[in-house]
């Protein structure tokens, strides 16, 4: 009977080895070819004008002052003419805008391309730890330094060079294209993203394809790659802020009640906080298979083989907060408010918690987990119904769709793997996806986890190189979805959306990762 044992071992090594080699291959390569022309100086000045805009949207709702928007509009105007002469401008409720380049096929449904106006604030603390001053959009050390070089203003200045090199070059789609630019994406985008979608949505226009900012080309951010990755998200996380408010006795301290609502109140908190909902690694997986063939052998090895090693993976990945967050739906205590005076218990406490819901998480599961977890009638709560969304539907990636993206990623940057990915944050593409089930999220530029960081951090910048990648990237992707029918799919192409679905197949299938991790 024993001999049985190695034969097994055997079997078992032979077959986690050859689920690795077949787990990830790289694709074929790009077709060679120069890339296209674009103006650095109208880059570099356009996009250093923009970040003197001083566009900031500030807490609680507050978008930017009209003044700055309209200064940034103008210069937008004299600094790409052709655009302006050729495309429609529109100013939807007169700060967002929304440029048309129509098509001549206009029975072809558009491609939207997305950036939005606003900037984070600059932290009062910090400005004189800036090496240059935040809104100076100078050009020092081949950058261009001022909050919004890299959220997103180089975004829209690079969508524009796009445009305006491509007209003045005398080319027409064929496609409808569109450039949406909203004014208050840094205070959730209510009324600019989601009033543009309306408009849209009121006209009967559904585009093809909308782009939007969201991941980058890096490096040095996954553990176990080898080279740079073009992260590009076909996934979006939900969003919930629960308001939860705790009752008790109140009266003088001297004589304290047994349930306090501060006491209560923090022992909820406390319990959120140690009981976390499951995780998943199905879009961690998803991500690792597209760039796997640059991961080392071991990481290949464990992602290919996750039905053995998932348990391990996750355990590893829940103690990091920044991988944590990748794989489950995450709980942040924000806000605390109780009490107002030394001697005196108060009669409610209040605290604010922020829910990033995982797709196939929704609210209603969220609430069903924090009624669980609490346990107590002394604690209610309620989600803040401007302030809760769910998760984003997928959009696949074996599309032609996806496909073209990649190709241009990798004319753009040719050592870089593409992936898809679930992005974290919110971005205003999550306005657009009740128009278009084909949703993505990328930034095409390459930076350093150094660099990202700046990202409404200290000494946000961008440098002229990825400038002008961007902007390349973008001309190549306008003339293959826009250009000879040939390299854009009809409309009549069928192409299948993930919907409500495929979040439930991802929670079936981080059921089944988690049983054969337990087993």
Known sequence: MYYLIPAFLLFLGAFILVRTFLFSHPPMPPEEGELPTVDRERLVVGLGEAIRCETISRGDNQPPDAGALYKLHTGLQVRFPQTHARLKRESIDDLNLLYTWEGSQPDLAPVLFTAHQDVVPIDPTQVDSWQQPPFSGVLVDDYVWGRGALDTKSTLIALLEAVESLV?????????????????????????????????????????????????????????????????????????????????????????????????????????ESHSMPANLYFLEQTARSAGYMASFGTQMIFANLWLFGRIVRRRLEAIPQTAAAIHTTTALTRIEGGFKDNVLPAQARALVNFRLFPGDSIADVCDHVRRAIHDDQVQFEA????????????????????????????????????????QGTTDARHYTGLCGQVFRFSPYQITADELATIHGLNERISVENLERMAQFYMLVMRTW?????????????????????????????????????S
């Not at 408009?199 to 394809?209: A, D, F, K, T, Y």
């Not at 192409?495 to 049983?515: F, L, M, P």
């Open 168 to 272: 003045s070059a005398g080319y027409q789609p064929q496609r409808t294209i569109l450039l949406a630019f909203g004014y208050d994406e840094e205070v959730l985008g209510l009324k600019g993203a989601r009033r543009i979608a309306g408009v849209l949505e009121e006209r009967g226009i559904h585009p093809m394809l909308v782009l939007d900012e969201g991941g980058a080309v890096v490096e040095g951010v996954l553990p176990g790659f080898n080279g740079p990755v073009a992260m590009v998200g076909n996934v979006e996380k939900g969003y919930l802020d629960l308001l939860l408010t705790a009752s008790g006795q109140d009266g003088h301290s001297s004589t304290p009640s047994k349930h306090s609502a501060i006491g209560a109140l923090s022992r909820a908190l406390i319990n959120l």
């Open 384 to 423: 803040l119904p401007d302030l809760s969304w769910e998760a984003s539907p997928i959009s696949q990636t074996d599309t032609l769709l996806f496909d073209q993206i990649r190709i241009a990623v990798q004319k753009v940057f040719p050592d870089a793997a593409v992936a898809p990915y679930l992005v």
């Open 482 to 518: 826009g250009g000879a029918e040939e390299s854009a799919p009809a409309d009549s192409e069928e192409i299948e959306v993930e919907d409500s679905t495929s979040a439930e197949a991802v929670s079936q299938k981080a059921e089944r990762q988690e049983a054969d991790g337990e």
